[in-house]
């Protein structure tokens, strides 16, 4: 195999140009990583299991109308996805207290809150990710105020649809974190798309019934059988077969190559829709 240009390096994804313009690869590694990176660790086949997750949910999404930057599975562990401008945020809806908010406003632990929480982080790991306002944003000019509203209102509809998703398989969304990117046409046309990756790694999966943490969390807090809770989401998801795929601490990698790829047939049919021509609308107060 030739050797590849790596783009960029995250904690758990590898993002290598692509086989064509507008493209890039996304590697899934097995890396886990907690406290913006002071813990660290490994887990064979956490990636193969976070890309068939991300690729179906981002499949999901796009059936109803979330463009997103995924277009097809490659192998076990890499994506094809379109080349985005990203945007310097992380987009975190919440809908139970959880992590930092529940550390934050001493709220306790599963609390169900009152309504979705839409937060917004700074993405810089030197200033580890800072909580910033709307005001912040469009201050520094990191979205403009209809960007803005378009993302909160995206955002607030993949929570919505995956709430009930995630109940229909017995899981409870707590909260999730997302990331977007702007994609520019030809004739200077500007579209939103949903990238990054959804998955155990930046999803709170809890058990419907016991509230077994399905998620980081159980590395996090040294909770132990981190790749069996990312197995029992894929395999819920009907995305491995039953008893999964990781044997004895080791990937079958022969039963994971044989997995079908996926394939976002939407995402290259539906036409994008612009917003770099739309009035912007006045701000809520």
Excluded at 14 to 38: M, S
Excluded at 47 to 58: E, F, Q, T, Y
Excluded at 152 to 174: E, H, K, P, Q, T
Aim: net charge negative; with cysteine; aromatic share 8%.
């Amino acid at each position: 195999m030739s050797r590849r240009k790596v783009i960029y390096e995250g904690k758990a994804k590898i993002v290598y140009d692509g086989p064509e313009p507008g493209t890039f690869i996304q590697y899934f590694k097995d890396d886990l990583t907690a406290g913006n990176g002071e813990k660290k660790s490994s887990v064979a086949g956490k990636g193969v299991l976070n890309n068939r997750i991300s690729a179906h949910l981002m499949t999901r999404l796009e059936a109803i109308g979330i463009p997103t930057h995924f277009i097809k599975s490659i192998n076990m562990r890499e994506q094809l996805v379109r080349q985005l401008d990203m945007i310097p945020l992380e987009v975190v809806v919440r809908n139970i207290a959880a992590g930092s908010i529940a550390k934050r406003l001493g709220i306790k632990e599963g609390t169900v809150l009152p309504r979705p929480i839409v937060e917004f982080y700074y993405k810089k790991d030197e200033l580890n990710d800072p909580m910033v306002s709307e005001d912040h944003i469009i201050a520094f000019n990191w979205l403009d105020p209809y960007e803005l509203e378009e993302i909160i209102a995206m955002s607030w509809r993949v929570n919505d649809y995956l709430n009930g998703l995630f109940s229909g398989i017995g899981l409870r969304l707590v909260d999730f974190k997302l990331e977007y990117g702007r994609l520019w046409g030809e004739q200077g046309e500007l579209y939103l798309l949903l990238a990054d990756e959804i998955s155990p790694d930046n999803c709170r999966l809890w058990d419907a019934t016991t509230n077994e943490k399905m998620d980081k969390d159980r590395f996090r807090q040294d909770l132990g059988g981190v790749i069996e809770a990312y197995q029992q989401v894929a395999e819920r998801l009907g995305l491995v077969p039953k008893g999964g795929i990781i044997e004895g601490g080791s990937i079958n990698e022969q039963l994971a190559a044989s997995l079908s790829e996926i394939d976002n047939e939407l995402g290259r049919e539906r036409g994008l829709r612009s917003i770099s021509k739309m009035p912007t609308k006045p701000r809520k107060t």
